[in-house]
């Protein structure tokens, strides 16, 4: 196991209310990122955290928001829930600084938006 | 172009077979590459980083050509618990910051 938590496991949310997504990095990693990956396709990346503050974006709106907290933790908030933004949402952990950063996936959130 | 092309397969391959996997990315300044495995229903887990002399882990072996910009992964002696998706990795270096970007995978079912 990687040492890569998500809260919660499955969630069904209805069109238009707010969903708010938990990670917790494997332990000595200081960097979290997150990813949207819908059925059959591969992860899209969609923001990366780096000690607290945002430190990349991928092709997604304002509505999709993010914290790191100190302890490298980090949530994923999405407003106004669309039916689209029903897929399996990932979050990575890795140690910036350390070469190649290589990434490693917590068992992902499942939403489902109706 | 897209950032990270994988051929989407299937590929269906028998017990024991060689099979082989190309991903091209768009970005020459590209730096990290690495293959990811996915079962279904599931995370994906780190199979291999992808090194610039190419690197070898028991049956899989991975390379790179940057001059091509393309990346590989060869699967020796196929077993049937290789059957999934397969991932590309690409770093997409912007600013300070370190991006990845997945490819859409590649289907992967060994069959007895």
């Known amino acids: 196991e990687t040492g890569v938590t998500q809260s919660p496991t499955h969630l069904i949310k209805t069109r238009g209310q707010q969903v708010t997504l938990r990670c917790s990095s494997q332990?000595?990693?200081?960097?979290v990122s997150w990813y949207q990956q819908a059925l059959g396709q591969g992860p899209q990346f969609i923001f990366q955290?780096?000690?607290?503050?945002?430190?990349g974006r991928g092709n997604f709106p304002p509505r999709f928001s993010g914290l790191q907290f100190p302890n490298y933790s980090s949530e994923l908030n999405v407003n106004a829930l669309e039916l689209d933004d029903s897929a399996l949402y990932l979050c990575?952990?890795?140690?910036?600084?350390?070469?190649?950063?290589?990434?490693?996936f917590g068992p992902g959130t499942r939403l489902t938006v109706t | 172009r897209k950032e990270v092309e994988q051929d989407p397969g299937p590929f269906n391959v028998p017990e024991g077979a060689t099979v082989a996997f190309n991903c091209t990315y768009s970005?020459?300044?590209?730096?990290?590459f690495f293959w990811y495995r996915q079962d279904c229903r599931k995370e994906p887990k780190l199979l291999m980083s992808?090194?610039?002399s190419g690197n070898e882990d028991g049956r899989f072996t991975a390379q790179l050509n940057r001059a091509s910009q393309y990346i590989s992964l060869l699967i020796r002696d196929s077993k049937l618990s290789d059957s999934a998706t397969y991932l590309c990795?690409?770093?997409?270096?912007?600013?300070?910051?370190?991006?990845?970007?997945f490819g859409a995978g590649t289907r992967l079912t060994v069959k007895p």
């Open positions: 992808v090194y610039s």
């Open positions: 970005n020459s300044a590209s730096q990290s």
């Open positions: 990795v690409v770093n997409i270096p912007e600013d300070n910051n370190n991006d990845m970007r």
């Open positions: 990575a952990s890795s140690m910036r600084g350390q070469g190649a950063e290589e990434q490693y």
């Open positions: 955290y780096y000690r607290e503050e945002e430190n």
């Open positions: 332990s000595g990693h200081n960097t």
